[in-house]
């Protein structure tokens, strides 16, 4: 199996963070490549041309995020990154939808601040800005609440990869100011080795 993606993508970090606790990076190759170039290594195996993209032994090609994560729950024996039973399971779920809501919208706010200035849409960064710090504050009220503690799964990963990339790549969404709880909450789990070996950083 091999699994394509670029180093500073949420989606494909959370992938590769989830190799890691999984313990499955012997069985899964992993292949740096560009985006949104006509020449990328990876078009001829994603002609949608995203990351994370995961080609398995039999030549099924899995993209979308969610989607892999539950591939590689069926590779091992131990708890399920995504958990399906009971209401714990489904609350790790929704918590995970959240998660990837979020990151969607920075991936809009970010993209129209790629933009000339003068092609930039104001409504629609207003929009993002206001989607993704809404969303900001009702995790700080969970997280201060104790809802996101116990082992970690994917909306664990999913959130560390979020406020890594606006830390990195994303600065100008402050999501640290007034968010107490969510700091202290991404700053123990960022300190763990599978986060620390696939944080994004400026080149």
């Known amino acids: 199996m091999q699994l394509f993606y670029a180093p500073t ?22 292949h740096l490549v560009t985006l949104r170039d006509p020449g990328s290594a990876l078009l001829p195996y994603n002609a949608v041309g995203r990351v994370p993209t995961l080609e398995l032994d039999n030549g099924v090609v899995l993209t979308e995020t969610p989607l892999i994560l539950t591939y590689l729950d069926t590779l091992h024996a131990g708890r399920p990154l995504l958990p399906r039973d009971g209401s714990d399971g489904w609350r790790a ?31 629609v960064l207003a929009l993002e800005h206001t989607r993704t710090h809404r969303v900001l504050d009702s995790l700080e009220t969970v997280v201060a609440g104790d809802d996101w503690t116990g082992p970690v799964d994917a909306s ?38 599978s986060f620390q070996a696939t944080a994004p950083r400026l080149d």
Do not use: K
């Open 9 to 30: 993508s949420p989606f494909a970090r959370i992938v590769r963070v989830a190799l890691l606790e999984l313990g499955l990076t012997s069985q899964i190759e992993q």
């Open 93 to 123: 779920m929704a918590r995970l939808g959240t998660v990837i809501g979020m990151i969607d919208s920075i991936a809009v706010w970010n993209r129209e601040l790629r933009r000339p200035e003068d092609e930039r849409s104001p409504t």
């Open 156 to 193: 664990h990963i999913a959130l560390v990869a979020a406020l890594g990339y606006c830390d990195v790549r994303h600065p100008v969404c402050d999501w640290r100011t007034g968010r107490p709880a969510l700091v202290a909450w991404f700053e123990a789990l960022a300190a763990l080795p």
